[in-house]
């Protein structure tokens, strides 16, 4: 897998919690994220930063934040946003 980074339209409360709420990528599709399900840091460093599990359009998806960027994985092959499993939302 590889990092894709993308931009991200994220909000952040009064204590510190930050939930994304948009996901570009760099074709400037965008998709909408419906509800942040859970937030992790790799126990076994598979992954850095914080992962981000969220709900786009019905699917379980991850989103990863390392310090202020934020990337996906994607297969090595090609850096699509159907092999990134994301439905693009007009």
Known sequence: ????Y???RC???TDGNTRPLKIRWA???VWDVD???HT???PDCSYSGIRYTVLIDGME???YQEQRRWYVLV???TQTHENAGFKCRA
């Not at 897998?1 to 894709?4: C, I, N, R, W």
């Open 40 to 42: 992790c840091q790799s």
């Open 1 to 4: 897998m590889k990092k894709v």
């Open 27 to 29: 074709d400037g599709r």
């Open 11 to 13: 909000q952040t409360d």
């Open 61 to 63: 998806k991850y989103v």
């Open 35 to 37: 509800r942040v399900i």
């Open 6 to 8: 993308v931009g991200v």
């Open 75 to 77: 297969q090595e092959e």
